[in-house]
């Protein structure tokens, strides 16, 4: 069993797909690690972005309160596909306030055939559901480039978002058809440096352009 906490879930929810295919990117899935007791990974993609999370350490699965109908599901397996929609439901279920943190996460318990049991509590009610996804989930780790990055830079994601979400309204925000695309320019001097170089982001449609520059933060 692990526990994750509800906002890893949201955030995992954001690339997960809505519909379903013949792999299970309408899921979450969920790996237990052998780095401790609470350690796990999770994966969401909906095949035009991704998202890993990896925790080395998690939560002692022991220190999750006792529920009865937790206790009684199986736990044969190591990991699951959990559709996105039952894990946002059994996130949403955590208590809003609360003076036990352990309270704000899903417990998963895995069992047969990639299938799991979600629990949430908020020690008055309980919310507890058995789910599976169809499909198996695509190898995600086959798509993650490998070796080393050409360059690394860091970037303040608030001001990231806020500068694309700009760019969308002033020149179009697009259509699911014809998506809103934000280019990302990357700099480097004739000696070969980027330190401190702003990223240029820019749009270009209906006949209006515009851009914008975000200086890099220290990385260390």
Same mark, same amino acid.
């Given at each position: 069993?692990?526990?994750?906490?509800?906002?890893? $879930?949201?955030g995992? #929810?954001v690339?997960?797909?809505?519909? /379903? =295919?013949? %792999?299970? $990117?309408?899921?979450?899935r969920?790996?237990?690690?052998?780095?401790?007791?609470?350690?796990?990974?999770a994966m969401?993609?909906?095949g /035009?972005?991704?998202?890993?999370?990896?925790?080395?350490?998690?939560?002692?699965? =022991? !220190? %999750?309160?006792d529920?009865?109908g937790?206790?009684?599901?199986?736990?044969?397996?190591?990991s699951?596909? +959990?559709?996105?929609?039952?894990?946002?439901?059994?996130?949403?279920?955590?208590?809003? /306030?609360?003076?036990?943190? $352990?309270?704000?996460?899903?417990? +998963? /318990?895995p &069992?047969?055939?990639?299938?799991?049991t979600?629990?949430?509590?908020?020690?008055?009610a309980?919310?507890? #559901?058995?789910?599976?996804?169809?499909? =198996?989930?695509?190898?995600?780790?086959? +798509?993650?480039?490998?070796?080393?990055? +050409? %360059?690394?830079i &860091?970037?303040?994601v608030?001001?990231? #978002? #806020?500068l694309?979400?700009?760019?969308?309204?002033i020149?179009?925000?697009?259509?699911?058809?014809?998506?809103? $695309?934000?280019?990302?320019?990357?700099y480097?001097?004739? !000696?070969?440096?980027?330190? &401190?170089?702003?990223?240029?982001?820019?749009?270009n449609a209906?006949g209006?352009?515009?851009d914008?520059?975000?200086?890099?933060?220290?990385?260390?």
């Amino acid at each position: 069993m692990r526990l994750i906490p509800g906002n890893v $879930i949201e955030g995992l #929810a954001v690339a997960a797909a809505n519909e /379903k =295919s013949r %792999y299970a $990117i309408n899921a979450i899935r969920v790996e237990e690690l052998a780095n401790g007791p609470g350690a796990y990974r999770a994966m969401a993609t909906d095949g /035009k972005m991704a998202i890993r999370v990896f925790d080395r350490t998690g939560t002692d699965p =022991s !220190d %999750y309160p006792d529920r009865d109908g937790l206790a009684a599901a199986p736990n044969t397996g190591t990991s699951a596909n +959990v559709p996105v929609a039952a894990f946002l439901a059994a996130a949403k279920a955590t208590p809003k /306030k609360t003076t036990r943190p $352990i309270l704000l996460m899903v417990a +998963v /318990k895995p &069992g047969d055939s990639e299938s799991a049991t979600l629990c949430a509590t908020d020690l008055q009610a309980d919310h507890i #559901a058995t789910v599976a996804s169809e499909g =198996s989930f695509p190898p995600l780790d086959d +798509v993650y480039p490998t070796g080393e990055p +050409v %360059y690394s830079i &860091g970037l303040d994601v608030t001001r990231l #978002a #806020a500068l694309a979400k700009a760019l969308a309204k002033i020149v179009g925000e697009g259509t699911a058809r014809n998506p809103c $695309i934000v280019r990302l320019d990357l700099y480097q001097r004739d !000696d070969g440096t980027s330190d &401190g170089l702003p990223v240029k982001l820019s749009r270009n449609a209906n006949g209006l352009e515009a851009d914008a520059l975000l200086m890099p933060c220290n990385l260390d």
